[in-house]
């Protein structure tokens, strides 16, 4: 595989982060809504929020350099359904790497709790306190966090197809190390 | 002269005090209070309490004043907190229902600000407290504004695990108002 059919190292990083972080945003946000009011909960939703601002931040650095950045093309052999669903796939993701934090941070300010990045830095409460609307909003993070999880699944399966059913780049392209070009 | 001087201390020795002001309007009055949660300021409301206070905006210094708080109508930002306040670690509300602030001494920090010294009652302990605030006379009502830290600790409040100060801070800012007529 040619340098050029990567991503660049960047992109590769900023990816691999943002998983990261929601791979640990996502079951900290299932298992502090399950826990009665304890310190522990408290503790917990705080890390929950700040990984959930942190996301934000990435996906806010993510997007700036897709814009100013073109991803490898697509193998010429890929069919037109599979680049449409591909395509079709990463514009969820995006949408959801922002919305996701923001409905936190709004359902937040709704229930009265003030968002305070790293217990240091405050963040503006757009909405005030209303308990209803923040029980519609946390209903509304639930669900996009229900959407993220199914495209996750989606996007996950589809990488290990490419590599280990159609054995092409596409996995390869956007790991750390290019472990199929070592191969060929 | 004597009988004079008699009768005048009589007259003002009975005369009301007709500056003095004690009809505390509960309706305008609020008092709140701010806990600091991971560092995020949460404001609760101590909804139902009584208040008895006596001050004259010419001479504050003979102001007294006699606050009882009901616990059990606490408003704390969620139910699930509101619960946990009346529980054992926090104020142990079926022991001990009230808190109360009585003061019978005010001292004139200068600037239109004032200090009242009294004693806070919470959970069973009685101790020494300080409440700084501003007095303001407008539209024919006497405003009373305040805040003063109180530590949560010294009385016990939110012991056992919720004793950890870097999950809830130890000091609580007790934010007062009062509107007198």
């Known amino acids: 595989m040619t340098a050029s059919a990567r991503y660049t190292e960047t992109a590769i990083s900023l990816h691999w982060l943002v998983a990261f972080l929601i791979f ?19 503790e917990l939703v705080s890390y929950h929020k700040w990984l959930g601002v942190t996301v934000f931040l990435v996906a806010v650095a993510r997007l700036a350099w897709r814009a100013t950045h073109t991803p490898p093309p697509l193998p010429t052999a890929m069919p037109a359904w599979e680049r449409t669903a591909a395509h079709g796939l990463h514009h969820l993701l995006y949408v959801l790497l922002f ?12 229930k009265g709790f003030q968002t305070v990045y790293f217990g240091v830095l405050p963040l503006p409460d757009l909405i005030g306190k209303d308990k209803a609307l923040g029980d519609v ?6 669900l996009l966090n ?14 290990l197809k490419h590599h280990f059913i159609d054995r092409d780049d596409i996995l390869a392209r956007m790991l750390p190390f290019p472990s199929r070009s070592s191969r060929m | 002269m004597t009988r004079l001087f008699a009768a005048l201390a009589l007259l003002v020795a009975v005369s009301p005090h007709a500056a003095e002001l004690s009809a505390v309007q509960l309706d305008k009055s609020s008092i709140a209070f701010v806990s600091r949660q991971m560092n995020v300021p949460v404001e609760g409301v101590f909804k139902k309490f009584s208040a008895q206070i006596s001050i004259d905006p010419a001479k504050p210094e003979a102001g ?4 009882e708080i009901d616990l059990n109508n606490i408003d704390a930002g969620s139910t699930e907190a509101n619960d946990e306040l009346k529980s054992k670690n926090w104020f142990n509300t079926r022991e001990f229902p009230r808190a109360s602030f009585v003061s019978s001494a005010v001292k004139a920090l200068g600037g239109g ?12 302990k009685t101790l020494e407290s300080r409440a700084p605030f501003t007095l303001k006379q407008e539209k024919g009502v006497l405003i009373l504004d305040g805040t003063f ?25 007790v934010k007062f108002h009062f509107v007198l007529k």
């Open chain 1, 24 to 42: 640990a945003a996502f079951p900290l946000g299932l298992i502090m809504s399950g826990l009665a009011l304890s310190p522990l909960k408290l």
């Open chain 2, 149 to 173: 830290p109180l530590k949560r600790l010294a009385y016990g409040i939110g012991s056992g695990a919720w004793s950890d100060t870097s999950v809830v801070a130890d000091e609580v800012l």
């Open chain 2, 64 to 67: 007294r004043a006699r606050i």
């Open chain 1, 146 to 159: 229900d959407g993220m999880l199914g495209l996750v699944v989606a996007h996950v399966g589809a990488a």
């Open chain 1, 99 to 110: 919305a996701i934090p923001l409905s936190g941070w709004l359902m937040s300010s709704a």
């Open chain 2, 113 to 124: 600000r004032f200090e009242a010294f009294g004693k806070t009652t919470l959970k069973g």
């Open chain 1, 137 to 142: 909003l946390r209903e509304v993070h639930r």
